[in-house]
C-alpha cells in the first residue's frame, strides 16, 4: 500500500481480501471504469472503454473490455458507479483486480 496514496473508505470491513482491511496488497496496474455488473457476492465486472490504434487506417477505432474485479463490502461498488480498480494477485480463476475507490456516479452524465 506504500506506492499508491488512496483514499481510505469510511466504512471498515472483515474481509480478508480487501486492499484496506485484509492481506490483500495492490501492485500493477491501476485502471477507471464503471460496473455494469455486481450481482455475485464481492465480485463486480467492470467495463473499460479504450481507444486503439490502427496504423493500417491511420484511425482509432473504440474497443471495450469487461474485466471482472473484487468488490469488498467496505466500498459495495454498485451498477452504474464509475470506480477506481487496481491490480493485485489472483483472487479467483477470472479476478485479478480490485475495486479500490468508488469515484462519482457517473462521469460526463447530465448532472454537474
Ligand atoms: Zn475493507
Known sequence: ?????LKKPKKTCDDQNCPFHGTLSIRGRVLEGVVISAKMEKTAVVRRDYMNY???????????????????????????????????RPISK????????????????GKS
Open 1 to 5: 500500500m506504500s506506492a499508491f496514496s
Open 54 to 88: 490502427m496504423p493500417k487506417f491511420r484511425r482509432y477505432e473504440r474497443r471495450h473490455s469487461h474485466i471482472p474485479v473484487h468488490n469488498p463490502p467496505c466500498i459495495n461498488a454498485k451498477e452504474g458507479n464509475w470506480v477506481k480498480i487496481a491490480e493485485c
Open 94 to 109: 477470472t479476478v485479478a483486480f480490485s475495486v479500490v475507490e468508488k469515484l462519482e456516479e457517473k462521469r460526463g452524465g
